[in-house]
């Protein structure tokens, strides 16, 4: 019991550090992406979902934390202007991407044990929708993924896109796509004990 009060202390304050970091670069920067307050929705409108993003390529939910708000503030700082909300979100799931691969290949023992808790939005608190997710039995099988064939599936099953638009955001071929994603299905389909293709 001990153990868990200090990891939701540990997600809560790496949580007002990382809100913390986004504000001050809003604050103190003249955004190229339209004002402190647009790159505020911003933040309100994308940081739950990239946090979840980043915790199924990672299976950390502290380091997801950061991920998520180092892609937000990459977009401010960005001297690309990025226009409209398809491109928006498409640079904030690359940029999610990126950098969860940085962070698997710095600490390739990465995955934290079953049960470990995602937050669920800025605060660092866990919501209805985050209850359970991370000790589901389809999160705890993509744990045992080779990153690559996580990838495959996070983006094809979980974000819904297509084989195409899949691998554009991961910046391989389709080809190579399909043969993470076909591997990684036959591996889920072993350890969940589901019979079929």
């Known amino acids: 019991m001990a153990a868990t009060g200090r990891s939701s202390g ?10 913390r970091r986004f504000r001050a670069v809003a604050g103190h920067r003249s955004p190229a992406h339209g004002s402190q307050q647009a790159m505020a929705r911003l933040y309100d ?6 946090v979840r993003l980043a915790a199924l390529l990672t299976g950390d939910a502290v380091i997801a934390e950061t991920i998520a708000a180092e892609s937000l503030v990459a977009l401010h700082e960005s001297s690309v202007i990025v226009q409209g909300a398809q491109p928006t979100l498409h640079y904030l799931r690359r940029q999610v991407l990126i950098r969860s691969r940085q962070a698997m290949r710095r600490k390739p023992g990465l995955d934290r044990p079953p049960g470990a808790s995602l937050p669920g939005g800025p605060s660092g608190t866990v919501g209805p929708v985050a209850t359970g997710f991370s000790s589901s039995p389809l999160v705890c099988a993509l744990r045992a993924l080779r990153h690559g064939e ?8 979980y974000l819904d896109l297509s084989d195409q638009d899949a691998a554009a955001l991961a910046g391989l071929s389709q080809a190579v796509l399909r043969h993470n994603l076909a591997t990684a299905k036959r591996k889920l389909h072993a350890h969940l004990g589901v019979v079929g293709p």
């Open 10 to 19: 540990n997600t809560e304050q790496g949580s007002v550090s990382v809100r």
């Open 150 to 157: 996580r990838e495959a599936v996070v983006l094809t099953l």
């Open 45 to 50: 409108v994308h940081y739950r979902s990239l």
